[in-house]
C-alpha cells in the first residue's frame, strides 16, 4: 500500500479547511467502486461538511450519479477539489457538489454519453459512438447537403439504420435522455439558486454545446459557464497534486511484480484502499490482463506522520 503518500495530505487539507477530506482518484468511475467509496464514508461517518478530491477520466454515468447521491447521505455540505481532470462522467459527479474548487490544471469537459456500438456493419468503425454524433448526422445531412428538415432526419434514419441495428439506435436515444435527467438531478445541489429551467439549459449546454467531447473546459470557463467555482490556496493545490502522485506512476507504466496502484479511495481518518494490477509485469504481459485487486487498510489518524511538511 502506498497509503504514505496520501493520508499526510488528507490530514492536512482537513487541518487547512476544517472539514473532513476524501480522495476518490480513478482512472475512471465503475459501478464496483461504489462499494468502496460507501466503506470509506462509513469509516469517516456522517459530517456536516465533507471534501472531496477528485481526479477521474470519465466512466459509468450511472456509477457517477449513485456516487454524488452517497456523498450527500453522508454530508450536508460537499466540497469538490479537483487538481488535473474530471472529464465526462467525472463533471457529471462535479455537478452534485456545492461548491467546485478548481486548480490551475483542473480540466472538465463535456457529459455528452457514448455507449458500445458493438453491432455495427462498418468494418473498421468506432467501437465506441457518442449519442451527439449520432444526433449531429441530421444537422449535417441538413447543412452540407441542403435537405430540409424532415428530409435530413429520414436521410439520416435510413443511413444509421443500414449500418447499426435499430436496438442500438434507441439506446443512443435513452443514454441521451438519462445523461441530462442526471445531470438535472445532481446540478440541483449545486446552483439550487438557479430555477430549473436555467439549471437546465447549463446541463443542456454541457451535453450538446461542444463539438468534441475532450474539449477543455477551464476553471474560468467553467465560471463562465455558470457554475460555482473558486480558486484554491496555494497549499492547498499543492496537498491535492501530491494525492495525485500514486496513480501518476502508473500512468506512466511503471507497473512490476508488487502492482501499481490504478484507484485510490481514502480519507483523512486512516481509511486507504487501493486498486494495483497485481502479478505480471507491464513488459510481460503478452496479451494477457492482470488481476486488479482491491486492498483496504484502516489507520489511527493520530500515526499518520508527515501531515506537515
Known amino acids: ?8 495530505a488528507l490530514v492536512e487539507l482537513q487541518q487547512l479547511s476544517g472539514s473532513p477530506t476524501m480522495a476518490y482518484i ?17 469509516a469517516l461517518g456522517r459530517v456536516e ?13 450511472d456509477a457517477a450519479r449513485h456516487i454524488a447521491l452517497l456523498l450527500h447521505e453522508y454530508c450536508e455540505e460537499l466540497r469538490i477539489l479537483v487538481p488535473d481532470h474530471a472529464q465526462s462522467a467525472g463533471t457529471l459527479l462535479c455537478l452534485g457538489a456545492h461548491e467546485l474548487v478548481l486548480g490551475t490544471m483542473a480540466r472538465l469537459g463535456p457529459i455528452d454519453p457514448y455507449i458500445t456500438a458493438s453491432d455495427s456493419h462498418a468494418p473498421g468503425g468506432p467501437n465506441r459512438i457518442s ?5 449531429a448526422l441530421t444537422e449535417m445531412a441538413r447543412t452540407w447537403f441542403g ?3 424532415q428530409a435530413a432526419g429520414r436521410h439520416a434514419l435510413e443511413m444509421m439504420s443500414q449500418r447499426i441495428f435499430p436496438t442500438t439506435l434507441s439506446s443512443f436515444f435513452r443514454a441521451h435522455r438519462n445523461i441530462r435527467n442526471v445531470g438535472r438531478e445532481l446540478i440541483a ?7 430549473a429551467d436555467e439549471r437546465g439549459r447549463l446541463v ?14 477551464t476553471p474560468a470557463e467553467a465560471q463562465k459557464l455558470g457554475l460555482n467555482v473558486v480558486v484554491p490556496s496555494l497549499r492547498e493545490e499543492q496537498l491535492m497534486w501530491r494525492c495525485l502522485h500514486s496513480l501518476h506512476r502508473w500512468l506512466k507504466g511503471d507497473l512490476d511484480e508488487d ?6 479511495i481514502a480519507n483523512s481518518q486512516g481509511f486507504c484502499a487501493e486498486l494495483t494490477l497485481v502479478g505480471v509485469s507491464l513488459n510481460s504481459l503478452e496479451g494477457r490482463m492482470p488481476k486488479r485487486v482491491w486492498g483496504i487498510e484502516e489507520r489511527s489518524a493520530a500515526t499518520i506522520s508527515g501531515a506537515e511538511e
Open 1 to 8: 500500500m502506498n497509503e504514505h503518500d496520501i493520508l499526510p
Open 26 to 42: 480513478v482512472d475512471k468511475i465503475e459501478v464496483t467502486d461504489v462499494g468502496i467509496v460507501y466503506e470509506c464514508l462509513r
Open 49 to 61: 461538511s465533507l471534501n472531496l478530491i477528485l481526479y477521474a477520466g470519465g466512466g459509468n454515468v
Open 131 to 135: 449519442a451527439e454524433d449520432v444526433r
Open 147 to 149: 435537405l430540409d428538415g
Open 189 to 195: 445541489y449545486h446552483r439550487s439558486d438557479l430555477s
Open 204 to 217: 443542456d449546454h454541457l451535453v450538446d454545446g461542444y463539438d468534441s467531447h475532450t474539449h477543455v473546459i
Open 259 to 264: 502492482g501499481q496502484v490504478m484507484k485510490i
